[in-house]
């Protein structure tokens, strides 16, 4: 008898999880994946007849969805350097970002539509007396929301900054694209819980 109660419970068991396991396929097959956002770019330079240098890093945000999302706003908490709010004598270089101390804000309020990717530039301004020891961390969050769970969530980003490259070395051209890859094969892995040395391509 005990055997029995023993195998039920664990037919049991195995029943839910796999009914759990269909739930979840079905809700991924209805909406899609959760998006995700990445640095795709980064430059430096200084801002003409001041003394400040600006870091300008470019966002990607992919909506994997099956659905439109909005986009509400991005904010950010800089690390290793002061932002500041410098006075612009050049049009080109002025920004949307609102800063406070280290913490910026900038709104978006953009619709994006399902298996869309929007591109989003983000200027930091600051002074350094030495850009070879430069290393600055940006923490992002970008807001959205879901119109059909009708609440709002955040994809964040975090990223190291140092001088002569977005945290490569200097000259590797394929830097940006690798990681790149490599972060989307990551996110499908984690999502799928699936082995890496099974999902992960050859050469990557």
């Keep these: 008898m005990a055997l029995d109660t023993i195998a039920n419970l664990i037919v049991s068991g195995s029943s839910a ?16 994946l959760k998006p995700i956002a990445l640095v795709t770019g980064s430059t430096i330079d200084g801002v003409p007849q001041t003394k400040y240098f600006r870091i ?10 099956k659905h439109p999302v909005l986009l509400k706003n991005i904010d950010v908490h800089a690390e290793g350097i002061e932002p500041r709010e410098a006075i612009y004598p050049d049009e080109r270089f002025k920004d949307e970002m609102i800063w406070a101390g280290s913490f910026g804000w900038k709104a978006l309020d953009e619709v994006i539509d399902s298996a869309k990717r929007s591109n989003h530039v983000v200027d930091i301004y600051f002074e350094h ?11 992002f969050r970008i807001r959205c929301y879901d119109p059909i769970s009708t609440q ?3 994809v ?7 001088s002569g490259g977005l945290g490569w070395k200097t000259g590797d051209g394929g ?8 972060h989307l094969i990551e996110s499908a892995i984690r999502e799928q819980k699936l082995p890496s040395r099974v999902q992960r391509p050859l050469g990557i």
Aim: no cysteine; proline share 0%.
């Design 152 to 154: 709002d969530y955040s």
């Design 156 to 162: 964040t980003i975090n990223e190291k900054f140092m």
């Design 175 to 182: 830097g940006v694209r690798d990681s790149f890859e490599n």
């Design 17 to 32: 999880l796999i009914a759990g396991a269909a739930l979840r396929v079905s809700y991924l097959q209805g909406v899609g």
């Design 56 to 65: 300008r890093l470019e966002l990607d945000f992919w909506n994997r969805r």
């Design 129 to 139: 007396s030495n850009l070879k020891k430069l290393r600055a961390e940006f923490k």
